[in-house]
């Protein structure tokens, strides 16, 4: 074979073609290596702990300096609060705004009100979380503290565990209400994609039957658009789940039993922020707990967006949208 | 969708009375959602202008352009740097990874080789449906848990430094940009592909040189989304970078960066200068994200793209 044809087997258009494709599909699995990295490594870091706590990690107490407790309850009852609340904020209000934004609003304002909505999922969560510590803490602190006492003083004899002379503003409440200004564009955006995707037969049907536009919006469009917004919901669960920032700087990091909104709590994810950096320089059973942390979180956000995905399929699958 | 009247129109049906009950929970019901509406980008509006009316004192060109002296004196500059800084090696990382895993996925894995084997064929529709469903799921982690992965991956081998915030971003911003890549690389005409193939030319030639140009501006869109995303993002950074006074641009060396100096600021509690600071950093890294973000939707219309709220 001469030597021109060597060089064209190792240097021609197909052999680039054939090495540009194996390069190729190593970054595609790279890609989709990560995650099962991040996993691992996680479980890897928690399993430690998982052996040698076990029962113990469910306890209600959490002290790993003092009394060695690594009772992680505390941190999910205060995420369940946190999330709970928020989601009852913002669901309502998200399914309505994008109820308006697809069925009600002006072709003019759709546009600057989207991009608005964009925006508002730009703003970094630090600054929100900036916001709620310099703005609306001290405002639920004056907002409620004056209210608070006379209420409520009548009522302690009752439920001594709500009893509270002064309220500091933060807690659960300045929490939830930022994580639910945080969650709102995403749930708008995403029941709203849902909502445009109705067919216009279905509303014109509707409208042919004499239905008003509120009885075609809420009848027709917000019906047949319930998986998405479904997705939307488990979306945002899984975001409010997974939120540091904001909420770290406005829960008061407090060890205790959250039992109601005006109590301070402390969330799976501020843990994590607040006592890893100082675990893993010499407290390996801590280091190994907060990874279990770091493992219920990532197991709740993997649930959540799977969930989320086979709630769109599904939905669409059934309107045979797809 | 079809149903929104134009505003005169609205307007004008407002004077009259309503005829029925219907008619007015018609009417109640479009004012009730409209409140609704306003009430949701109300605290858009508090945010940014609590921002800049507290920040603006202190922005000034030396606060942009002078290092950190101690907390409370100096400018920013480190912080601004070391964002940008993570932010572009973070980009050089992941942009060639998840550019090059979408064309895998659509050009080789869907389109090329239809003469292949019937296995090849399988196992190239299972690289799809993988390569998707892990950046999907990899777009619902929380940030907290990259810090920590970059906690016990990059900083047992780098320690806390530039190159260990910046891969852990790096790895934060592959849903955005494999998904927007694959996207736009989908919404190329077929025809482009079928007539470089025509031409002689192989499936990697024609991806780079037809397909990669024709989805140029969507997967800019794509990048721009991401880099807005994570340049914001603190979680991924408190355990990865450390904290540094001035920018250098050794790998090794420990980063400042604008989200993690805003909640150091945070952190240091309330004095009067600490939280007009906190601010004045809040409104650069506001800037920076809003600026990238426009341009990125700007960007999307031209190409046809939606760009959502909330990303992916």
């Known amino acids: ?322 | 969708m079809g149903t929104s009247k134009s505003i005169t129109r609205e307007l004008r049906s407002w004077f009259r009375l309503p005829k029925s009950r219907r008619e007015f929970l018609d009417r109640l019901t479009f004012v009730f959602l409209a409140v609704i509406a306003v009430i949701i980008t109300l605290p858009f509006f508090a945010i940014v202008f609590e921002v800049v009316a507290n920040g603006w004192i202190l922005l000034n060109p030396a606060f942009i352009l002078t290092n950190m002296v101690g907390f409370a004196e100096g400018g920013i500059r480190n912080a601004i740097v070391g964002s940008i800084e993570l932010v572009a090696i973070a980009s050089m990382v992941a942009i060639p990874l998840c550019v090059g895993a979408a064309i895998y996925t659509t050009e080789y894995a869907q389109r090329g080789r239809r003469r292949a084997r019937r296995w090849v064929q399988e196992l190239n529709k299972w690289v799809i449906r993988i390569v998707e469903f892990t950046a999907d799921v990899l777009a619902g982690v929380p940030s907290i848990i990259f810090g920590a992965f970059g906690l016990i991956f990059f900083v047992a081998v780098f320690g806390r430094s530039l190159i260990a915030g910046a891969l852990t971003l790096a790895l934060m911003m592959i849903p955005t940009i494999l998904r927007t890549t694959q996207e736009s690389l989908r919404a190329v005409p077929l025809s482009l592909r079928e007539a470089s193939l025509a031409l002689g030319a192989t499936t990697w030639s024609t991806s780079w040189r037809v397909v990669l140009r024709a989805a140029l501006a969507g997967i800019i869109t794509g990048i721009l989304l991401a880099i807005g995303r994570v340049i914001g993002e603190t979680a991924p950074l408190l355990f990865t970078t450390g904290f540094n006074f001035d920018a250098p641009w050794g790998f090794l060396d420990a980063i400042a960066s604008l989200p993690f100096t805003i909640y150091l600021y945070a952190l240091q509690g309330h004095t009067e200068i600490i939280r007009l600071r906190a601010y004045s950093t809040a409104i650069v890294l506001i800037g920076i994200v809003f600026v990238v973000d426009v341009i990125a939707v700007w960007a999307s219309k031209k190409v046809g793209l939606v760009v959502r709220a909330g990303g992916v």
């Open chain 1, 1 to 322: 074979m001469s030597q021109r044809n060597w060089r064209k087997i190792l240097f021609g258009a197909s052999t680039r073609d054939l090495v540009g494709r194996t390069l190729l599909l190593v970054f595609a699995i790279i890609t989709s290596f990560v995650i099962v990295l991040i996993f691992s490594q996680v479980w890897a870091r928690a399993f430690p702990a998982i052996i040698i706590l076990g029962p113990e990690l469910l306890g209600p107490v959490w002290d790993p300096t003092v009394t060695e407790q690594y009772g992680i309850l505390v941190f999910i009852a205060g995420t369940l609060w946190v999330t709970g609340l928020s989601l009852l904020i913002a669901i309502p209000i998200g399914i309505a705004g994008s109820l308006f934004l697809a069925e009600y609003c002006p072709h003019r304002l759709k546009e600057p009100l989207r991009l608005i909505l964009i925006l508002m999922a730009g703003i970094p969560s630090i600054v929100y979380g900036l916001w709620a510590l310099y703005t609306l803490v001290p405002f639920l602190r004056d907002l409620i503290s004056p209210l608070y006492i006379p209420v409520w003083d009548s009522l302690t004899n009752s439920f001594v565990w709500i009893s509270m002379e002064w309220y500091s503003g933060y807690g659960v409440l300045p929490a939830a209400i930022v994580l639910a200004i945080m969650l709102l564009p995403t749930i708008v955006a995403v029941s709203y994609d849902s909502m445009v995707m109705v067919p216009d037969t279905l509303r014109e049907a509707s409208y042919a039957l004499g239905a008003s536009r509120t009885e075609t919006s809420i009848k027709v469009v917000l019906m047949t658009a319930l998986p998405g917004v479904g997705a939307a919901v488990l979306l945002s669960l899984g975001r409010a789940v997974g939120e540091t920032m904001a909420v770290l700087l406005v829960t008061g990091n407090n060890t205790t039993f959250p039992r109601w909104i005006f109590d301070q709590s402390y969330v799976l994810t501020s843990v994590i922020a607040n006592q890893l950096g100082l675990a893993v320089g010499g407290y390996p059973l801590m280091e190994s707990a907060l990874f279990v942390v770091a493992l219920v979180l990532l197991l709740l956000s993997m649930f959540f967006s799977i969930t989320a995905k086979m709630v769109v399929s599904w939905g669409m699958r059934k309107q045979g949208l797809r």
